[in-house]
């Protein structure tokens, strides 16, 4: 049995993927989507000067005395547009957010000023610099400053930045379908009576809550037995209403294993069948036609996840326009030996990662390893990569790819 380095593997699948269509929307309708654009700012943020505070706008130099007492002459409200001249002698109400009127170059916080004379006349108490509380045009932004870069994940804070420069429509990569089928004869949905022999469907659920993570339209394709004329009819059926087909089951060497094949019939131009040199989801399948991209997982819930993030999520965020579409490590101290392999396979390890008292991530492995440990999985927050004949002491650093949170 050959097995094929997960680098080639990476590569074959990347290969597939062409970047989905784009779409003019409204910036609230792109959240959690990659921008299909630059965007260039045409405004000044602010694009006048204005209040910090509230408090009084008055004209000072740098020779000005305090206390200083000065006649009131009005009030400036945030919106409020006015031409007015402010006099040395005089001082403006103004309220946060409001335009500082033209003659005034500071305005002081109304906590550090008196108001005498039945409300004509305010002392400031305190001195004060030319330029205090003022927030001068286009401190945040200038015009033609790039405020959004093609690829970026829009982010709530980043809707907010662009309604700030009146942008109201953005160019995004349209959101993939994707749909997800499991197969085997042993399967049971959630809900229904567990009878011998049968277990309940958990890789189903699992891939189509991480695919609804990555903000894409899931569609849910059930469970289909372990027949092949079965298998190609609901594959075929799937690929006429999602860009991306996962399936789980199938894809090892069994004799009931029908997926890898019937992926290669509706694929016969672009599919391969594989075993990879990795440790869990060693076997794999994958394919393209015209209108999907098909990928072939083992049935073990871990190895499925494994399988997930190394070779299929990569594919989806690059047809996403995510350009950090391959898998993102963090650097972990060990806080134990790992056991030395000699078996030609990067083997992937369900650690749990926590920071000490300095921040730095630590981590061991979960007590089980098998592909069907579904519970250590879920009491883990990262997979370790540790590559053959690695010699990992306690106190090294390793590799490792985050799968949860981390406290």
């Known amino acids: 049995m050959t097995l094929v380095p997960l680098r080639d593997v990476q590569n074959s699948v ?12 409204n910036i609230i309708d792109a959240l959690n989507l990659y921008s299909a654009q630059d965007i260039f700012s045409k405004i000044n943020i602010p694009s006048f000067n204005n209040s910090q505070m509230d408090g009084y706008a ?20 945030a919106g409020q547009s006015t031409n007015r001249q402010v006099s040395s002698n005089k001082a403006i109400r103004i309220f946060t957010g409001a335009k500082v009127p033209k003659g005034t170059n500071a305005v002081v916080m109304q906590e550090f000023c008196t108001v005498t004379d039945n409300g004509n006349k305010v002392t400031v108490l305190n001195p004060v610099n030319i330029g205090d509380n003022i927030r001068p045009i286009a401190d945040d932004i200038k015009i033609g400053q790039q405020i959004l870069k093609m690829g970026e994940l829009i982010t709530p804070t980043k809707i907010g930045l662009l309604a700030s420069c009146g942008i109201q429509k953005l160019k995004i990569n349209k959101r ?3 749909g997800v089928l499991s197969t085997g004869s042993e399967l049971t949905d959630v809900g229904e009576k567990l009878l011998p022999a049968k277990i309940y469907d958990s890789n189903r659920l699992t891939l189509l809550s991480l695919c609804k993570n990555l ?9 289909a037995y372990d ?6 009819k609901n594959l075929s059926s799937m690929s006429k209403k999602a860009d991306i087909i996962i399936v789980t089951g199938g894809v090892s060497v069994g004799d009931a294993d029908f997926v890898k094949t019937a992926i290669k019939k509706l694929c016969p131009k672009n599919s391969k069948s594989l075993q990879i040199a990795i440790k869990p989801a060693k076997p794999f399948a994958f394919g393209k036609n015209s209108s999907s991209i098909f990928f072939g997982l083992p049935g073990n819930p871990v190895s499925a996840l494994v399988s997930f993030e190394l070779l299929v999520k990569p594919v989806i965020n690059k047809m996403m326009g995510n350009p950090k579409y391959l898998p993102q490590y963090i650097k972990i101290k060990s806080l134990q030996d790992f056991e030395y392999h000699d078996d030609g396979k990067i083997h992937y390890l369900r650690i749990k990662v926590n920071k000490d008292k300095f921040g730095n991530l630590i981590a061991s492995p979960v007590k089980k390893q ?4 579904l519970f250590w999985l879920v009491n883990s927050n990262a997979l ?22 981390i406290l």
């Open 14 to 25: 990347l290969s597939l993927a062409e970047s989905t269509k784009t779409e003019s929307v």
């Open 58 to 77: 008055i004209r000072i130099t740098k020779d000005t005395q305090f206390p200083l007492t000065l006649k009131l002459d009005g009030t400036i409200f």
């Open 176 to 178: 993939l379908s994707v």
């Open 215 to 223: 903000n894409l339209n899931v569609i849910d394709f059930g469970i």
């Open 227 to 232: 027949t092949m004329d079965g298998i190609i």
């Open 370 to 373: 098998g592909s069907h440990n």
């Open 384 to 405: 370790a990569e540790i590559k053959n004949k690695a010699t990992i002491k306690k106190g090294d650093y390793f590799n490792a790819i985050q799968t949860g949170e």
